[in-house]
């Protein structure tokens, strides 16, 4: 039988795999997340999804399994996760009424081979007034996560339109995720 391991302790990653109902694991991938500033944001997003999954598949050579990581890229700055409010206000009013890219990047180890690979969205934001900010960062939802924003939560009501992958935005894309799944020859319950 084929082992499925998700190298991420994300929630919204986790929650995504389940709504496909594939059987999988979770190892938590416990790796330094820092990167050169000076590299694009695809290099750091790839970089980091391949540290995840490679920490998990040296313990399970057998298995598949996925690492994946995402940043938000906003004025040629990466934006990662707030470290307290004010940094999250500060983020979401430099996303205000722009756009901005989020980047996710995915490696999937598996017996044989490893495919790596990055989807780009563009993200446009509404006008946001402060007292939306602070109403938003008030909830709480902006602490952990790349940018300031989890647009399956109630950051969704910043958000005014996207270009690309919603799934990538969230934190992986999962159609060619599983495309690319299938390339390595796991097999789909469906």
């Known amino acids: 039988m084929q082992t499925l391991i998700l190298a991420s302790s994300s929630p919204r990653r986790k929650e995504l795999l389940e709504n496909l109902q594939l059987t999988f694991e979770v190892s938590s991938s416990d790796v330094d997340e ?13 970089e980091l999804a391949q540290r995840k999954a490679q920490f998990v598949a040296e313990k399970h050579p057998a298995a598949f399994v996925i690492g994946s990581d995402t940043v938000v890229v906003a004025n040629n700055q990466v934006l ?8 999250a206000m500060e983020m979401l009013k430099q996303l205000s009424g722009k ?8 490696s999937i180890f598996s017996p044989k081979k490893t495919i790596e690979f990055f989807e780009k969205t563009e993200v446009d934001f509404w006008e ?5 900010i602070r109403s938003y960062v008030n909830t709480g939802e902006p602490m952990d996560k790349a940018g300031a924003y989890g ?10 339109k996207i270009n690309g992958d919603y799934f990538s935005v969230v934190g992986l894309p999962l159609s060619r995720t599983i495309r690319e799944l299938q390339k390595l020859g796991y097999d789909l319950p469906f």
Do not use: C, W
């Open 80 to 87: 990662g996760k707030p470290n307290h409010e004010q940094e």
């Open 34 to 46: 820092s990167y050169n500033p000076e590299n694009t944001p695809e290099e750091i997003v790839m």
């Open 151 to 160: 647009i399956q939560g109630f950051g969704r009501l910043l958000v005014k």
């Open 128 to 132: 946001l007034t402060d007292e939306e």
């Open 99 to 106: 756009t901005h890219a989020v980047y996710t990047g995915v």
